[in-house]
Each structure stands twice: as C-alpha cells, then as structure tokens.
C-alpha cells in the first residue's frame, strides 16, 4: 500500500498531544480520548467492475436513460451505476461521520476499473471489506 493508513494517523496524533503535554503545558493524558473518528481512503484496482453488476434494477435504469440520451443528444453514451454509498440517516446525529462509498477513480476509464474508496473505519478494516465486496461480487 502506497501512503499512510489511519494506524500511522493515529500514532502520529497521539505523538502530537504527548509532545503538547511535555512542551507546551497541554491538559493530556491517556484517557483524554475515549472515541476514535476514521476516515480511510484508498485507490484501489479490481480484476472486476465492483459497481456494474451491484443491482440488475440499476443496470436497467441506465439501459433506459442510455437509449433516451440516444434519442435526445443523438449520442451514444452509456450509463451504468458509478457510485455505491451507504451512509447513515444524518438527522440520526449531528457530526455525520464519513459514508462508505465506492466510486470510478476522478479521470479513469470506468474499464480501467479504477476506484476512490473511502470508509469511517480503520484502513486495514477497510480493506478487508474491500476484499470481502469483492469476492462477493465475483462469486455472484
């Protein structure tokens, strides 16, 4: 994995408020922090397209929105699902945290397969589920 992942944040957060304490007088210590907040983004590549084939409605839909575009723009463009988000209800609390989302990386081919992935959880937990959806796909 290129970059740094939400352990390597953590970490250097809990170096930043220990170094707060020692130099500059900060009101710290190990119990200060009772919740941890993630968000994780990666880009990832699949041997697969993880959003084509989610929901055959889906696919439909963009059959019939691909031949009205036909008709109205005399162009042949295909649509098809290019984001997946699963979010919570944010009148549920205040200070949404992060969705789950899958979607075609910015300035990618959607045949390249390319994805921005983004996750509230911790990155090596969202890779795992990245590799989950995606055995699951393949499997379907």
């Known amino acids: 994995m290129d970059g740094s992942d939400t352990d390597e944040a953590h970490e250097a957060l809990l170096d930043l408020l220990e170094w707060g304490r020692r130099e500059l007088g900060l ?3 190990d119990s200060t ?6 968000v994780s983004n990666v880009v990832i590549q ?5 959003l084509l084939n989610i929901n055959p409605v889906l696919n439909e839909i963009g059959q019939a929105v691909s031949d009205l575009v036909r008709i109205n723009l005399r162009e042949d463009l ?9 979010g919570i209800d944010p009148q549920k609390r205040s200070g949404e945290p992060a969705a789950f989302s899958i979607q075609h990386r910015g300035l990618s081919l959607f045949e390249e397969r390319c994805y921005f992935c983004e996750a509230p959880i911790p990155t090596q937990d969202h890779l795992r589920l990245l590799e989950k959806f995606e055995a699951s796909l393949q499997k379907a």
């Not at 699949?46 to 993880?50: G, M, P, R, V």
């Not at 295909?78 to 699963?86: A, D, M, R, T």
């Open 27 to 29: 009101n710290y210590s």
């Open 33 to 38: 922090i009772r919740r941890w907040a993630y």
């Open 46 to 50: 699949s041997d697969i397209s993880l």
């Open 78 to 86: 295909v649509f098809q699902p290019s984001k997946l988000y699963i």
